[in-house]
T-cell receptor
Framework: QKEVEQNSGPLSVPEGAIASLNCTYS??????FFWYRQYSGKSPELIMS????GDKEDGRFTAQLNKASQYVSLLIRDSQPSDSATYLC????????????FGSGTRLQVQP | GAVVSQHPSRVICKSGTSVKIECRSL??????MFWYRQFPKKSLMLMAT?????????EQGVEKDKFLINHASLTLSTLTVTSAHPEDSSFYIC??????????????FGPGTRLTVL
């Protein structure tokens, strides 16, 4: 079983709509969760980090974490064509090396 | 803040040569850096954890004698691909963990190095 599951997409949404990206994970340890955005040919860029249950908002982005159900999601409001990229969810333990485990990524396409 | 640089950004080499990639944290000290590899249309795979002043920790299946890692200072880690072969062609990306506070668990990535072995 993969440790982090993401729908590979592509997820296509019209400009101005809300894009919803989801990620499930299998480990129940004490963890931190992250959403990264990766444009083609570029390295990942950190968008959001979330450590506790509930919602965390930053501009047009909202991360949601539900540890009981083992999922983390990212909502992008007012989607723009420039948001078109691959979105990677990742987690790390809160102790030790804190190395990241990545999902396979969801490709988002925002249609103008 | 939290800027990580990587050099070179792109390298093409002949089979059998060695290639050194540098990763620097520009505005913070990083006791731990990470090296990832990414093949086309695949996710990032952790290769090793680079620890300042001590030996690197390699993931299962990664040859430590082929991928030499040195973390000589709090701002510099290097990855040397020894005797590179075409199957080593990939996108190599380093990251460094934040210095403290809320960013302590966050990792910031360098721009990556695209290695092509002919």
């Amino acid at each position: 079983q993969k440790e982090v599951e993401q729908n590979s997409g592509p997820l296509s949404v019209p400009e101005g709509a809300i894009a919803s990206l989801n990620c499930t994970y299998s480990d129940r340890g004490s963890q931190s969760f992250f959403w990264y955005r990766q444009y083609s040919g570029k390295s990942p860029e950190l968008i959001m980090s979330i450590y506790s249950n509930g919602d965390k908002e930053d501009g047009r982005f909202t991360a949601q974490l539900n540890k009981a159900s083992q999922y983390v999601s990212l909502l992008i409001r007012d989607s723009q064509p420039s948001d078109s990229a691959t979105y990677l969810c990742a987690w790390s333990f809160d102790t030790g090396r804190r190395a990241l485990t990545f999902g396979s990524g969801t490709r988002l396409q925002v249609q103008p | 803040g939290a800027v990580v640089s990587q050099h070179p950004s792109r390298v093409i080499c002949k089979s059998g040569t060695s290639v050194k990639i540098e990763c620097r944290s520009l505005d913070f000290q990083a006791t731990t850096m990470f090296w990832y590899r990414q093949f086309p249309k695949k996710s990032l795979m952790l290769m090793a954890t680079s620890n300042e002043g001590s030996k690197a920790t390699y993931e299962q299946g990664v040859e430590k004698d082929k991928f030499l890692i040195n973390h000589a200072s709090l701002t510099l880690s290097t990855l040397t691909v020894t005797s590179a072969h075409p199957e080593d062609s990939s996108f190599y990306i380093c990251s460094a963990r934040g210095a403290g506070g809320d960013s302590y668990n966050e990792q910031f990535f360098g721009p990556g190095t695209r290695l092509t072995v002919l």
